[in-house]
């Protein structure tokens, strides 16, 4: 079994990244710059940013932070975003989630504009992976996809099945299966047997948040086994997937941690590299 380095993928992309940035400042001048708003005082929240202002500044992205108390007002916020939607020095934007509750998270999002919006969650960008055209791609279905490509870089006529149909995870992941030529199931929590769909599959992607629901004998032999899950439990941190029985079937699997999660950053710095690029078209 193939045991899919997550921290390792993602130090290599980094790596990559950090040459392009190079690249990008002697061709023009300038650097792609990240900029992160960040609300309240949750503090899984604030590791993420803290993670993120660290890898981008790894890499020589320009990084910058806004923090506002969570007693800020909507207005406020999207105010600012606009500000940083007209500033030039800014390539991408991020609005750390989840946000206060007298705050419209869909309001927020659609503020961003499409072309600074690094987490791909903006309709248009929604639209557009959709429809197969260039777009921001949210990062952790965009680091599952890198993995599983390292793995098999041929996915056509795979068969595919993504556990899982949020925004964040399971619908995008879907859209990039699918223009990799996969047939794709897309399965959830009204799916009438999941074992049953997952024997199908050769490629299988769980991003729902029940420990360790994937079993040994969901999986064939051969399977790609990607787990975006991320569950506190009494035995530490675990994955949707059950990594030992799942170990001893599937081709490749990914450990949690360190598997989706390391490459999820790498691909925001990416993003955000993509979203300078083509602003410089
Ligand atoms: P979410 O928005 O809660 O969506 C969960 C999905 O799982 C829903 O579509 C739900 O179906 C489906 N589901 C629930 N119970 C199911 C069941 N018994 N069988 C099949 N499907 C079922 O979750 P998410 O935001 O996508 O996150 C999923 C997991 O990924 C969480 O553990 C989260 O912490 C983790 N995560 C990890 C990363 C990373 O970087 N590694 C990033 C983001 C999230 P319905 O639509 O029918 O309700």
Known sequence: MILIDGKKAAAELRE??????????????????????????LTPSQIYVRNKEKSANEVGLKSEVIRYPDSVD???VLDKINELNKDDTVSGILVQLPLPKHI????????????KDVDGFHPINVGNLSSGYESSIPCTPLGCY??????????????AVVVGRSNLNGKPMTQLLLKENCTVTITHSRTKDLKA???EADIIVAAVGIPELVKGDWVKKDTI?????????????VGDVAFDEVSKVAKALT?????????????????????????QK
Not at 17 to 32: C, F, G, M, T, Y
């Open 16 to 41: 990559e990244l950090k040459k392009e940035v190079s690249e990008l400042k002697s061709k023009h001048n300038k650097v792609p710059g990240l900029t992160v708003i960040l609300i309240g005082d």
């Open 74 to 76: 909507e207005k406020t």
């Open 104 to 115: 419209d998270k869909q309001k927020v999002i659609e503020k961003i504009s499409p072309s």
């Open 146 to 159: 890198l993995l599983i490509k390292k793995i098999e870089p041929n996915l056509t006529g795979k068969k």
């Open 197 to 199: 769909e997952c024997l």
């Open 225 to 237: 086994v990607i787990d975006v899950g991320i569950n506190k439990t009494e035995k530490g941190i």
């Open 255 to 279: 450990p949690v941690p360190g598997g989706v999660g390391p490459m999820t950053i790498a691909c925001l710095l990416k993003n955000t590299i993509e979203c300078f690029k083509r602003s």
